[in-house]
């Protein structure tokens, strides 16, 4: 199908990412707007490659996940997804959506932030609509948080943008944008202890602590500093600094969640077996600095030229788990369309 300019069809791919400055809480649930601004880096594994196409004379989407017809709520997120695309398109079509993600999905590895960055980058295509990568970022926020950042590669941060004005504007002042480095060559070594889904969706976990976690205000307010911190950090070039400050901002967020009530607990015992190990790599003198999300596994970050050593370590430390090495990777490209 091709009308009004529209591609009508379009493939796209992109790579998860993983924050060392966090996103927890939404002040607009609808919009997708974040209580706080988070930055991450986004890696060059698990792709999530995502084809949108046209069909017209269908009455509804037909969306796919892995060749599997996606239902309930994983449905629902993408259709209200396209339903967003074609209201900014003005075309009312629905669409046959393929999805192939390599990554476990509902582990705590960011499945939703390649999935929705392709979708966004895919579906923006195929419907015909011309967005720059700020707005690109900003449509994909609204599919899930953390897309908005894997529309660029590299490290991002995510603004939350301003409190005040309308709800169009707060709509179009949340995006993620490319954060300058310097001379870093960092790895993120990622042991899957647990590739099983999460017993709490992140948006639940997320609304629960924002509600009913003493801990969640001032973890904010520290957060905004950690992320200046950290920008500093990264601009030095500095391991160290920037290891520890996600570190410390990731421990901050769990310890939010925990203290939720009822608490959310993602951290599992064999969770506190690599933090046991990266600690010490740390005493060994190797910098190594441990960040998790939604679930149990554990990212570590390190310099490249230790990640073999760092993964050797998590590997003893949990000899069930997988480990994957990581290096930070590509924005969210059309492939063709
Ligand atoms: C992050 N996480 O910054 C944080 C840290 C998990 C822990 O973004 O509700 O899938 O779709 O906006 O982005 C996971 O939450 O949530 C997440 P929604 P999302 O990476």
Redesign the pocket.
């Known amino acids: 199908v091709r009308e009004r300019g529209t591609a009508g069809r379009a493939t796209a791919v992109a790579h998860p ?3 060392l400055i ?3 809480g ?1 002040r607009d649930e609808h919009l ?1 707007l974040p209580r706080v601004d ?1 930055l ?1 880096m986004t890696l060059n594994v698990f792709p999530t490659t995502t084809s949108v196409r046209l069909a017209p004379r269908s009455g509804s989407d037909m969306v796919t996940l892995n060749g599997r017809p996606a239902a309930g709520e994983a449905l629902r997120r993408i259709v209200d997804f396209l339903d967003l695309v074609r209201e900014r398109a003005g075309l009312a079509h629905r669409a046959v959506v393929d999805s192939e993600n390599t990554v476990p999905t509902g582990a ?1 590895l ?1 499945s ?2 390649s999935g929705f960055a392709a979708l966004a980058v895919a579906a923006a295509a195929a419907y015909g609509l011309d967005l720059d990568a700020t707005a690109l970022s900003g449509l994909a926020r609204r599919g ?4 908005s950042r894997s529309v660029f590669g590299g490290f991002a941060v995510w603004h939350a943008g301003p409190d005040a004005g309308s709800a169009e504007e707060a709509d179009r002042s949340s995006y993620a944008e490319p954060v300058p480095v310097g001379d870093l060559d960092p790895a993120l070594v990622v042991a899957v202890v647990d590739a099983g889904p999460k017993p709490v969706s ?2 639940a976990a ?1 609304r629960r602590t924002v509600d009913t976690s003493p801990l969640y205000e001032p973890w904010a307010v520290s957060s905004q500093a950690d992320l200046i911190e950290m920008r500093a950090a990264l601009l030095a070039g500095d391991i160290e600094a920037v290891g520890e400050i996600a570190e410390r901002n990731a421990l901050g ?1 769990h310890a939010t969640m925990l203290a939720a009530r009822p608490a959310v607990r993602y951290l599992s015992p064999a969770t506190l077996t690599v933090l046991d190990s990266v600690l010490r790599l740390r005493q060994d003198g190797i910098p190594a600095y441990a960040t998790m ?2 679930g149990p596994n554990v990212k570590v970050l390190c310099r490249r030229v230790d990640a073999d050593r760092v993964a050797e370590a998590v590997c003893v430390a949990v000899p069930g788990g997988a480990v994957h090495i990581a290096e930070p990777g590509p924005g969210a490209r059309l492939l063709h369309g």
């Open positions: 990412n993983i924050a966090k996103y927890w939404k997708v988070s991450s705590g960011a939703s932030a899930s948080g953390s897309a992140s948006r997320m967020m999300d939604a």
